[in-house]
Nanobody
Framework: QVQLVESGGGLVQAGGSLRLSCAAS????????MAWFRQAPGKEREFVSL????????KYADSVKGRFTISRDNAKNTVTLQMDSLKPEDTAVYYC?????????????????WGQGTQVTVSS
């Protein structure tokens, strides 16, 4: 079983930056594809970014491409999402998730482990 704990959310003005971190327990972190999803009030949970087990493969949602950067450190069991040029529409609860599947899925249904979420609010 893997436990995920996010941190780093908060309130920021449009154009600002935040850095989200996700710390994982367990010795098998490097065997999981890791991803970030977000969910705004009244909306479905949506894919933001994923990173492969080695870190060599990365995907971004079109809405965040060029503004967000995902990375992982398998030695420290952490995955990070650097968010720059934030927009009010980025406001949501952000979730870290892990998948044991070998596919790089953007569907939340493919992810086995989830953190509790961290709130990101971007003011205009």
């Amino acid at each position: 079983q893997v436990q995920l704990v996010e941190s780093g959310g908060g309130l920021v003005q449009a154009g600002g930056s935040l850095r989200l971190s996700c710390a994982a327990s367990g010795r098998t972190f490097s065997t999981y594809v890791m991803a970030w999803f977000r969910q705004a009030p009244g909306k479905e949970r949506e894919f933001v970014s994923l990173i492969s087990r080695s870190g060599g493969g990365i995907k971004y949602a079109d809405s965040v491409k060029g503004r967000f950067t995902i990375s992982r450190d398998n030695a420290k069991n952490t995955v990070t999402l650097q968010m720059d040029s934030l927009k009010p529409e980025d406001t949501a609860v952000y979730y870290c998730a892990g998948s044991g599947s070998t596919s790089w899925s953007v569907s939340p249904n493919e992810y086995n482990f989830w953190g509790q979420g961290t709130q990101v609010t971007v003011s205009s």
